[in-house]
């Protein structure tokens, strides 16, 4: 039997989730208000006038997705999917906003400001319950939670995504998930950015 919701929970569920969508900040006021200073992003930390830090964004971001899908005895982890691939692949994707890419890069640069100012070493140096430590004060804020669950957005997809998008490897994630995908899968050469241009 098909069952459709009341009309009147259908409206408090949409009021609902106007009411939600408009308390978050969005990823580009995020950016706008980084050009006043990453302490307005991540008030918790005290970060000092300079840039945020240069170099390669990539060894911490790699920690982060580690961290919050690590691997388990039977269920892949964001290295075994190979998260961090996936990521780099939509960051590197020309259809994506540049302010979604600059939000995504620059959050590595404010957690290692965060972890230099809290423990005096690297984000990539610290142990298991340091990284928690320091990833707990920056989902304390909207603006480090939002990075965070961006992040995370991006391991799901990884983790379901057709292996031929740098995700998945090997189909570990839809083995995992007991999934059988559709056919025909996207050849190479038929991928989403290839259809575009």
Known sequence: MNRKPKPAQNAVNVASLESWR????????????????????????????????????????????????????????????????????????????????QFIIRGAGWLQDISQQMLQRPFVALNAEQREQVLQKIAASEAGENWLSTLLLYIVEALLTDPVYGGNVDQLGWKWLQHTPGFPRPPADKTFPHLLS
Do not use: C, M
């Not at 706008?32 to 170099?55: E, I, R, T």
């Open 22 to 101: 408009q308390t978050l900040l969005t990823r580009r006021q995020l950016l706008l208000a980084s050009a006043g200073g990453v302490s307005l992003l991540f008030p918790l930390a005290a970060v000092s006038d300079k840039p945020v830090s240069s170099g390669n964004p990539w060894p911490v971001i790699d920690a982060v997705q580690q961290h919050l899908f690590p691997a388990e005895a039977n269920a892949p982890g964001a290295k075994q999917i190979n998260a961090l691939g996936y990521l780099q692949f939509v960051v590197t994707d020309a259809t994506l906003d540049e302010t979604d890419r």
